[in-house]
Nanobody
Framework: VQLQASGGGSVQPGGSLRLSCTTS????????MGWFRQAPGKEREGVSC???????YYKDPVEGRFTISRDNAKNTVYLQLNSLKPDDTAVYYC???????????WGKGTLVTVSS
C-alpha cells in the first residue's frame, strides 16, 4: 500500500487549495480514507474522513470549509480547502484504514502554509 499526498503550497488567508492523495494497493471502495494534519509544535489531528461507503466526516475547525471526495477510477482522494486561515498551516497527510479515524497506512505529507 502506498499513499502520496500532493497539492500543498503557500496561500493568503481566504485562499483555496486542493490536495490530492494518490494511492496504490488500496481499493478505495473498501477502505476508509482520511486526511490528517500536524501543525508546528502540535500533535497530529484528524481533519476529514470518508468511509468505504462514502460517508463523510469533518472535524469542527474545518467543517463547512473543507470537502473530501474521491475518484475511484483514478485511485485518488481529494481534500478541497477553502477559506483558509493561518491556523490551517500544517503538514497534511492522507491515510487509509478499515474505519474512519483508525488508520493503518500513511503517506508522506504535503505542506500547506497560510500567511499574508
Amino acid at each position: 500500500v502506498q499513499l502520496q499526498a500532493s497539492g500543498g503550497g503557500s496561500v493568503q488567508p481566504g485562499g483555496s487549495l486542493r490536495l490530492s492523495c494518490t494511492t496504490s494497493g488500496v481499493a478505495l471502495g473498501t477502505y476508509a480514507m482520511g486526511w490528517f494534519r500536524q501543525a508546528p509544535g502540535k500533535e497530529r489531528e484528524g481533519v476529514s474522513c470518508m468511509s468505504s461507503i462514502g460517508s463523510t466526516y469533518y472535524k469542527d475547525p474545518v467543517e463547512g470549509r473543507f470537502t473530501i471526495s474521491r475518484d475511484n477510477a483514478k485511485n485518488t482522494v481529494y481534500l478541497q480547502l477553502n477559506s483558509l486561515k493561518p491556523d490551517d498551516t500544517a503538514v497534511y497527510y492522507c491515510a487509509a484504514g478499515v474505519t474512519c479515524w483508525l488508520m493503518d497506512y500513511w503517506g508522506k505529507g504535503t505542506l500547506v502554509t497560510v500567511s499574508s
